[in-house]
């Protein structure tokens, strides 16, 4: 489709500028009933009956999973953890003595299903030690192996691969086997039919693994926790009970700021109790969803990048991103990327048209090479060794060729970029005469532009490209827009209408894919049949380029990604970070996760019918209800579908461009009771809004398109889900979709998610799966910073803080704890400052914060201090994150927490109580053309006067403090090795601050001295004023009487 498609809200209209029509792929099939482990079809017993594993639960686990498990695994159930009993024909394992079992199936349990029946001759079997049993026959010797499967299941795996592909991965398996004691080399003997029991059995093990912290590195840790918690909990006795009575202002004043350190600890710290890692394995994904023969049964994704001012956001940073997503190596049929365009830019639109015509080279060089990353301007950029494992001879012509060619493409969009700067008097217009619609960019229609993904767009090589797909919702006075929040809302709309993919991944305009497989290791998880269906999205760790090497103001957050994240992930999933993730469509969209199976409750026939009728009468009926909800792929999710029944709603005038009746026998499976009130637009308008079209999508939780829909109604549809009256009286923004109500709206989608039950798994591969580009300079660092804290602040003050939001549902308490502290950390700056300050009153007073120590005291300082070091030791043990990094972090976390955290405190509230909008504007100054010269580049910003204070009173304490040691004699030095080294405790981490500030040339602008001078100087002469110094008389008061003696 080669037009742009445009709408408004509130005219059942569509303007179509130089379109073209396109055909929809065809909507996926039925699914029939699968193994819960491995997602193959469950198979039958000898007697024809389904295979059952489990007769307490009936948790549908197929026959060679059940052997697996036995042989390999626990031997339990995975639902009701009930121990396998043995089948017969199954083959003992230990523990199988104890169960009743006969002895006529003897022979039944070392026969291989579709094999050669060979006649067993019991005195030729050896029973083993550790469950492992072997069969002589005709001389040699076969080891029975759990997990063998059908001929026919067998040759269909075995068709997926050519001969040295198949005998490559049997020689890896047979190395792992003998490397776990399984097998050894003297049992190969030349049968090579067992190799595809050994392979087959590999491919049913699970897509990825839990992999522990070791003990010998936990263990420790969690020790030094709980030492370091009964330390600080006798320290605060002591600081509590032993009041500095010479200095009570102060003592007060320290006591409550350390609690309130103590406290944050906490939420902190217990967290990150129970930190792990996972592995994935690509592989055993491509062997099980993408065999050879067969349709690909990879499930789609959307991808979705944001963007509001391509002035502001290079246009080239963009077409990287979006030449990143078209090359990634997943099925072409599947990928589709959807561009939002919040700020109606012609500029961002032309981009996208080159890039489109750039990706028909760029794509196809890409995944013949196997190139990474395939970003253009970063792979081109990248001081590596190009050349290594390339083994093409034509590879060093191509890519001479490829570059040449992106040089040529960036030249064209720095010629658009030159052209934006200035907007002519008559507006925008397009290529072809037409005025660009989004001239006014507050008040436009809603556009869409499809760029590839239909006919005729082919790569170079005829092959087919990804969907691209831009989007720029309608924008009208006097309606709310809700910034990034309702532009994603928006995505997530026109996607289901033109798309519906399952899982939805986003992007910021600057993240793009450094790993061309980061889709498949979201897909290990996503496409897992055990816990997939439980998963609300899958968080990559971000990572960034173009920090210097120092990471001077820990941008690359690393304290955070490896060490915080990793804990949330061993308790209910890490939080969403805005950028980098994977989603679950249906999580989006409100619904809770499926409900677990629960083991039936033991019964008796005892009691009378009547007791039944009263206690559990309506089980049965229940159950069948149940049955039925699992049947339709809805689970829990109908139960609060339910509550909508019943409720009328009235039509708006912007008419969809479908009713119901024409998209139900799309819906095909589906009873027709529930169907007609799952259906009910009355239901569901409310909840989702007038467009039966996306209704209808919400019910496919396996994604598709209804059949019987043409691409033009599609589109015109999807203009109408963008319009700006679409969310009026909806859950849009409360309940579905990214949630309003904070500038941080990914916290605060996250924890609504959890809060419903949902699980989130952190994947870490060892290639980072995304960059990004991150400010390395101090004010602007400082804004991003003061963003955050400033989203934390509203939701603290809103109703969905997690302090007293969601008792009732399934957010466990760890990760509670964790997302209080995400809210309640930029409250700690109020502490942080004051903590700041004593040092410097304390030397210019010539007082202290705590009374003179005896030994009992002294031992629980320096524990505590030994405690504090002790736990960062170890916490770097176990993550691997370097020292360098942690003592960054550190840092930063007090520069951060004296400025732009204060700020965010205060302008948090003023916001929310007052109403009061204030914005810190960044001006800047200077600019250095060398490399990392944006780290030099000084902007002023209000937020570097609370820092630069600290920094100069401090100094200043330091200088009165020695000066008055000096002045006292010998005596006086004791006391104040203490206040030196709480004062050089500031100054130390507020170092790269005051470095930062410094500049290149050591040189500060003025405005910044005035303003710290001023405030230090007008500090200090309060304390002057009043003799801190001098002894104070209690003698009579002497006066002179005026007569000159």
């Keep these: 489709m080669a037009g742009l498609f445009t709408g408004s809200h509130g005219r059942n209209d569509l303007h179509v500028l130089h379109a073209a029509d396109e055909h929809r792929p065809p909507t996926r099939g039925s699914t029939t009933k699968t193994c819960r482990v491995c997602g193959d079809e469950i198979g039958l017993n000898e007697d024809g009956r389904v295979f059952v594993a489990c007769h307490e639960c009936g948790f549908p686990v197929c026959r060679p999973c059940y052997d697996y498990e036995r042989s390999e695994g626990h031997q339990t159930c995975p639902q009701c953890n009930t121990r396998y009993k043995r089948h017969k024909g199954c083959a003992r394992v230990e523990g199988d003595d104890e169960d009743n079992h006969d002895d006529d199936d003897f022979e039944d349990e070392f026969q291989l299903k579709n094999r050669h029946h060979h006649t067993l001759d019991p005195h030729h079997v050896e029973l083993g030690d550790h469950s492992q049993h072997q069969v002589h026959m005709n001389g040699a010797t076969v080891r029975s192996v759990a997990g063998s499967v059908a001929g026919k299941d067998f040759e269909a795996e075995k068709e997926a691969y050519n001969t040295e592909e198949w005998k490559e991965r049997v020689e890896k398996w047979k190395t792992r086997q003998e490397k776990r004691g399984l097998i050894t080399k003297a049992d190969d003997g030349g049968h090579d039919e067992d190799d595809d029991d050994f392979l087959i059995a590999e491919a049913r093990q699970p897509l990825w693994r839990k992999v522990p912290i070791p003990s010998r590195l936990i263990s420790p840790y969690r020790i030094v926790i709980v ?21 009570y202002p102060l003592w007060i004043i320290s006591v409550i700021c350390e609690i309130w350190f103590g406290l944050s600890w906490i939420l902190d710290q217990f967290p990150k109790w129970l930190p792990i890692n996972r592995e994935t394995y690509l ?21 979705f990048v944001s963007t509001v001012d391509p002035l502001k956001e290079p246009p080239i940073i963009t077409a990287n991103t979006v030449l990143s997503i078209l090359s990634v190596d997943y099925p072409v049929e599947k990928v589709s990327c959807y561009v939002s365009d919040d700020g109606a830019s012609m500029l961002l639109f032309d981009t996208l048209s080159e890039t489109a015509e750039f990706a028909r080279r760029w794509v196809p060089f890409c995944k013949k090479y196997n190139v990474e990353p395939r970003a253009p301007e970063f792979y081109f950029s990248e001081k590596i060794d190009y050349l290594k494992d390339k083994v093409q001879p034509t590879f060093v012509k191509d890519r001479r060729a490829m570059k040449r060619e992106y040089e040529e493409f960036k030249v064209r969009i720095n010629a658009l970029v030159a052209k934006a700067q200035k907007k002519p008097e008559e507006g925008w217009v397009m290529q072809d005469g037409t005025p660009w619609p989004g001239n006014n960019t507050r008040d436009h229609p809603g556009m869409i532009q499809v760029y590839l993904g239909s006919e005729g767009a082919l790569d170079i090589e005829g092959k087919e490209l990804p969907r691209l797909v831009y989007v720029s919702r309608e924008k009208r006075p ?17 996607s289901a209408v033109l798309t519906n993919a399952p899982f939805i991944l986003n992007l910021d305009c600057d993240h793009y894919l450094n790993n061309s497989k980061a889709v498949r290791e979201a897909m290990c998880f996503l496409m897992d049949p055990q816990i997939g269906k439980k998963l609300c999205y899958v968080q990559f760790p971000q990572r960034f380029d173009g920090i210097d090497r120092h990471d001077r103001y820990a941008n690359r957050n690393v304290v955070f990604f490896d060490i ?3 804990g949330l992930d061993g308790i209910q999933g890490p939080v969403y970070v805005g950028t980098g993730c994977v989603f679950n469509r249906q999580a989006l969209y409100g619904y809770d996760p499926p409900a677990s199976e629960k083991r039936p409750k033991m019964t008796c026939d005892c009691w009378p019918k009547w007791c039944c009728c009263c206690c559990g009468g309506s089980r049965k009926s229940k159950d069948k209800k149940k049955g039925l909800k699992s049947l339709l792929g809805l689970g829990g999710l109908y139960s609060k579908k339910k509550k909508m029944m019943g409720k009328q709603y009235t039509r708006r005038s912007s008419g969809p461009a479908f009713d119901l009746e024409e998209i139900e026998e799309g819906l095909e499976g589906y009873d027709e009771l529930e169907k007609s009130s799952l259906m009910s637009q009355k239901n569901f308008e409310k909840r989702f809004g007038m467009s039966p079209v996306f209704i209808a999508s919400t019910l496919m939780e396996d994604g598709g398109l209804p059949e019987g829909t043409s691409q033009t109604s599609l589109i015109k549809e999807a203009i109408h889900v963008i319009s700006c009256g679409y969310e009026e009286k909806t859950e849009w923004g409360k309940e579905i979709g990214w949630i309003y109500g904070s500038v941080t709206e990914d916290i605060l989608t996250g924890f609504k998610m959890h809060c419903r039950g949902w699980r989130s798994v952190y994947c870490s591969p060892k290639r980072p799966a995304f960059k990004g580009s991150a400010p390395i300079n101090l004010s602007d660092r400082l804004h991003q910073v003061l963003r955050w804290a400033l989203g934390s602040v509203e939701i603290f003050l809103s109703r969905h803080c997690p302090l007293w939001y969601g008792y009732g549902g399934k957010l466990k308490w760890l990760e509670r704890l964790a997302y209080i502290n995400t809210i309640v950390y930029p409250f700690t700056s109020i502490a942080l400052l004051a903590y700041c300050v004593l040092p410097a009153v304390c030397l210019l007073t010539g007082k202290f914060i705590v009374p003179t120590l005896n030994n009992l005291a002294s031992i629980w300082f320096i524990a505590l201090f030994l405690s504090i070091i002790v736990t960062g030791v170890l916490e770097l043990r176990w993550s691997g994150v370097s020292i360098e990094d942690w003592w960054r972090n550190e840092q930063f976390w007090v520069i951060g927490g004296v400025s732009a955290h204060l700020f965010a405190v205060f302008q948090g509230l003023l916001k929310v109580l007052a109403g009061v909008d204030t914005n810190f504007t960044v001006t800047a100054k200077a600019a250095d053309d060398a490399e990392f010269g944006e780290l030099y580049l000084f902007k002023w910003t209000t937020l570097l006067i609370p820092p630069t204070t600290l920094i100069i009173i401090n100094m200043v304490g330091v200088v009165a403090g020695v000066s008055d040691a000096i002045n006292n004699g010998y005596g006086s030095w004791g006391p104040l090795f203490g206040k030196l080294f709480f004062a050089f405790w500031v100054i130390v981490h507020l170092y790269p601050f005051l470095k930062g500030l410094m500049g290149r040339q050591n040189r500060t602008p003025t405005i910044v001295v005035l303003w710290s001078i001023l405030l230090a100087s007008i500090f200090s002469l309060v304390w002057v004023r009043i003799d801190p110094f001098l002894p104070k008389q209690t003698g009579p008061i002497l006066k002179q009487c005026g007569v000159e003696c």
């Design 564 to 566: 915080n994240m990793k």
């Design 478 to 494: 006097g309606y709310q827009h809700h910034k990034k929040a309702g532009a994603m809302n928006a995505l997530v709309r026109v």
């Design 283 to 303: 592989d055993r994904l491509s062997l099980r969803f993408e065999r050879e023969g067969e349709p690909n049964q990879l499930s789609a994704v959307d991808f």
């Design 227 to 247: 030492i370091r918690f009964i330390i600080l909990c006798f320290f605060f006795h002591f600081r509590i009970l032993t009041p500095a009575k010479d200095a």
